[in-house]
């Protein structure tokens, strides 16, 4: 692999695949722009995530009707959560003390809108009394997040890990490559960035690792069915989980 960047960033499940047109001018500015946005995307789907995480025993709780984990409230921690990582408000994004991209202010609130959207869909069903597991989860959130927020923006996110419980998530050539390279690796907060196509295409890498609250699912004992069915896959808190990948190609 060939020119990797490393730079300070942590990562969510996610592809994300800008659709915007590049300026045929220098790769500097452009690169700087996209790769910045990819950073907040991540840290905006990562809190997501989170806030998912953080209500998880909420939304699972079947004695209880409405949980009030309505797309405002989720909204509101998602704006909290977003700003203790980033120290960016999302909502004075266009008077930000802190420098963000043209194109994040363009895309950052389209990620929220899409959020909602899925929390708003799923009221039903996280209010549903007498049914503890809802499959309402991080994972499930990031998806769906990420599918409304492919047909609102032309930017497409896919989560992706080398052994995927969902066939949409298997990662493509390259992915894998750069998957299978970071595995081999210590854990690092980093992403990759790298030109490939004969400097045509940007594509940024960003890993991520399991923790504690994932291995309930993903841990041990290997092969025992977890919560939702699916067989464990034995990881460790550290291990590689997958990565957010952004791509973005020259007109």
């Known amino acids: 692999m060939n020119s990797l960047r490393f730079a300070a960033i942590t990562g969510m499940l996610a592809i994300l695949t800008?659709?915007?047109m590049i300026p045929s001018t220098s790769w500097a500015v452009d690169r700087a722009?996209?790769?910045e946005t990819a950073r907040l995307l991540a840290k905006l789907l990562k809190a997501g995530r989170l806030v998912i995480e953080q209500n998880q025993l909420l939304i699972d709780d079947q004695h209880k009707g409405d949980k009030g984990f309505t797309p405002d409230v989720f909204?509101?921690?998602?704006v909290r959560e977003f700003r203790e990582q980033t120290n960016i408000d999302l909502a004075k994004l266009h008077n930000s003390t802190v420098a963000v991209?043209?194109?994040?202010?363009?895309?950052?609130?389209?990620?929220?809108?899409?959020?909602k959207e899925v929390v708003r869909d799923a009221q039903v069903v996280i209010n549903q009394r007498g049914i503890g597991y809802k499959n309402f989860i991080p994972a499930t959130y990031g998806s769906q997040a990420a599918a409304r927020f492919s047909k609102h923006t032309r930017v497409r996110l896919k989560q992706t890990t080398l052994q995927p419980r969902n066939p949409k998530n298997e990662p493509d050539e390259y992915e894998a490559s750069v998957l299978k390279w970071l595995s081999g690796r210590p854990r690092a907060e980093a992403y990759v960035s790298e030109l490939t196509d004969h400097g045509q295409t940007l594509r940024v890498v960003m890993p991520?690792?399991?923790v504690p609250a994932c291995l309930s699912c993903h841990g041990e004992p290997k092969g025992e069915l977890d919560i939702s069915g699916y067989p464990k896959e034995g990881y460790m808190d550290g291990d590689l989980a997958g990565a957010i990948t952004v791509t973005l190609t020259r007109p």
């Open 75 to 78: 909204e509101q921690q998602l």
């Open 101 to 115: 991209p043209p194109l994040a202010k363009e895309l950052l609130p389209a990620f929220v809108m899409a959020s």
């Open 33 to 35: 722009e996209a790769e």
């Open 18 to 20: 800008l659709g915007a």
């Open 208 to 210: 991520i690792y399991y």
